[in-house]
């Protein structure tokens, strides 16, 4: 196939377009996402076995202004470790935007946060961007979300910055604790006791700070987490640690 032909042959074919919706709070949605959003002919995003799509939901008001018909392409994705499961539904729904993408219709696909950072659409990235024309819409991550619900500074002048994940070992826990000024450990969901330990053991406790569902109506913070329940959490959580004491100038 000649680079004509082959050019020729993705213009007729639909972008795969991943959203950043942000961290929930409906108005950190981007123009540039709320426009593709109402434009788009498919929208795809995650949801549980009911249904339901958080990020659909944090981005509610972009369809309350649709007036054009919208089909909608649900990957329903079990809330389990097991990533044999997960992998197969990236597939099915890898398949059903493929489908509608063959069309000529582009796919809007929905992300909390940023697609990029964390995000289930770079999923389906690797398993569509050999085929069809991808674009990415950044979005408001959780973590300069939650340095904006606490008036905190991630970094200042020369400290190191690390983002770890609750999934990681105790041992890279650690490791980046002791090694960074500040770090943000996400998905700090079931492993908030394992953290907990992780902050005492490397004495970061009175630097740590504790947020549930960024933006949202349930928003939680907690800023001495030392009055935390040592059990688990919901998995939109993190954990922000930085120096208690930090240079000005």
């Known amino acids: 196939m000649s680079v004509v032909e082959m050019t020729s042959n993705e213009q007729t074919k639909g972008r795969f377009i991943g959203v950043g919706v942000g961290p929930g709070d409906p108005e950190l949605i981007t123009l540039k996402a709320l426009r593709l959003i109402q434009r788009a002919s498919v929208v795809s995003y995650l949801a549980n076995a009911e249904g339901n799509s958080q990020a659909k939901n944090i981005a509610s008001e972009a369809f309350a202004e649709v007036t054009r018909q919208q089909n909608e392409i649900a990957i329903v994705m079990?809330?389990?470790?097991d990533r044999e499961e997960a992998n197969k539904a990236y597939d099915?729904?890898?398949?059903?935007?493929?489908s509608e993408l063959e069309k000529g219709r582009d796919v809007v696909f929905l992300c909390e946060g940023d697609p990029l950072f964390f995000?289930?659409?770079?999923?389906?990235?690797?398993?569509?961007?050999?085929?069809?024309?991808?674009?990415?819409?950044?979005?408001?991550?959780?973590?300069?979300?939650?340095?904006?619900?606490?008036?905190?500074?991630?970094?200042?002048l020369k400290e190191s910055f690390a983002v770890v994940s609750g999934r990681h070992s105790a041992l890279q826990i650690d490791t980046a604790l002791e090694q960074h000024d500040s770090v943000v450990i996400m998905k700090a969901g079931r492993a908030r006791p394992r953290i907990l330990a992780a902050l005492r053991k490397t004495n970061r406790l009175q630097d740590a700070k504790y947020l549930e569902y960024i933006g949202r109506d349930n928003e939680r913070i907690v800023p001495d987490v030392s009055v935390l329940e040592d059990k688990a959490g919901p998995y939109f959580s993190l954990f922000v640690v930085t120096k208690s004491e930090r240079g000005t100038r």
Do not use: K, W
């Open 92 to 98: 099915a729904g890898a398949d059903a935007i493929a």
């Open 119 to 156: 995000g289930s659409f770079a999923y389906l990235l690797e398993r569509l961007e050999g085929q069809f024309r991808c674009q990415v819409v950044p979005g408001v991550s959780s973590i300069n979300a939650a340095s904006s619900a606490l008036n905190h500074p991630l970094t200042v």
């Open 78 to 81: 079990p809330m389990s470790t």
